[in-house]
T-cell receptor, first 121, second 115 residues
Framework: EAGVAQSPRYKIIEKRQSVAFWCNPISGHATLYWYQQILGQGPKLLIQFQNNGVVDDSQLPKDRFSAERLKGVDSTLKIQPAKLEDSAVYLC???????????????????FGPGTRLTVL | AQSVSQHNHHVILSEAASLELGCNYSYGGTVNLFWYVQYPGQHLQLLLKYFSGDPLVKGIKGFEAEFIKSKFSFNLRKPSVQWSDTAEYFCAVNARNTGFQKLVFGTGTRLLVSP
């Protein structure tokens, strides 16, 4: 089974430029997450999609970050304009659909992609 | 809101030494608990998980963790580490009040095993 794919793996931009990251989750996984991992910290959730709808974007800096998952499969995360403090690894993760409401608890393992390391100069 | 604390930010051990990494969480309700590992240059991988039942769970590569509900802890252990265990280890929690969907991570512990 193919894992979560992300591209690019590395990106260097100057502040105030724009950047976009792409994620293709594991086939059939309905839930997709974007995380930001700043050096020395654990991953922090930015946004969660269920199919093509947003479930949680409470920690997404909406003045500069946007994300979409138009067809409920792959997703893009955009930063416009970038700031120095946006330097981080951006992780995408996906989770399979639970077979029933009773099965939700055991179907919440998330599978992570390799991440995109963004450096803002 | 849930939070996860990992007390050791950096750990240095010699091969064959025993390992215990601490993890405490703040949520008082039903939780699922995870340990993820990130080897140098690789992506996050699940090491082990606890959903219910036996509080002592065994994972890959000889790792185990014990859920102690009264202490809100889920410490990771390995009796004898190897050089290949050099990695960063993250404890993570999700809880019933978010439908077990929102994963909250600790800050991570960077383990260096010297040969």
């Amino acid at each position: 089974e193919a894992g979560v794919a992300q591209s690019p793996r590395y990106k260097i931009i100057e502040k105030r430029q724009s950047v976009a990251f792409w994620c293709n989750p594991i086939s059939g996984h309905a839930t997709l997450y974007w995380y930001q991992q700043i050096l020395g910290q654990g991953p922090k959730l930015l946004i969660q999609f269920q199919n093509n709808g947003v479930v949680d974007d409470s920690q997404l800096p909406k003045d500069r970050f946007s994300a979409e998952r138009l067809k409920g499969v792959d997703s893009t995360l955009k930063i416009q304009p970038a700031k120095l403090e946006d330097s981080a690894v951006y992780l995408c993760a996906s989770r399979p659909r639970a077979p029933s409401s009773q099965g939700i608890r055991s179907y919440n393992e998330q599978f992570f992609g390799p991440g995109t390391r963004l450096t803002v100069l | 809101a849930q939070s996860v604390s990992q007390h050791n930010h950096h750990v240095i051990l010699s091969e064959a030494a025993s390992l215990e990494l601490g993890c405490n969480y703040s949520y008082g309700g039903t939780v699922n608990l995870f340990w993820y590992v990130q080897y140098p240059g690789q992506h996050l991988q699940l090491l082990l998980k606890y959903f219910s039942g036996d509080p002592l769970v065994k994972g890959i590569k000889g790792f185990e963790a014990e859920f102690i509900k009264s202490k809100f802890s889920f410490n990771l252990r390995k009796p004898s580490v190897q050089w290949s265990d050099t990695a960063e280890y993250f404890c993570a929690v999700n809880a019933r009040n978010t439908g077990f969907q929102k994963l909250v991570f600790g800050t991570g512990t960077r383990l260096l095993v010297s040969p």
